[in-house]
């Protein structure tokens, strides 16, 4: 490839860019939304998570 006709790709490749910067940034939004989505069920599960280790003590306490 000649000099010219890379300078020329880089230029079209930087004219595409400019112009496609939204798709670049679509998965970062995805990306946050995915995690604050998974914040939620984090929070959720460990108060499932203590509820039932509240449930394996009242048991052990019947049991002794």
Do not use: C, Y
């Not at 599960?45 to 039932?52: A, E, G, I, T, Y």
């Amino acid at each position: 490839m000649k000099e010219k006709d890379f300078i020329r790709f880089l230029d079209s490749f930087e004219r595409f860019l400019g112009r496609n910067e939204h798709w670049f940034q679509k998965p970062e939004e995805k990306i946050k939304a995915f995690e604050k989505n998974m914040t939620q069920w984090n929070q959720d599960f460990v108060k499932q998570m203590s509820d039932v280790e509240k449930m394996i003590k009242e048991l052990e306490k019947r049991m002794e």
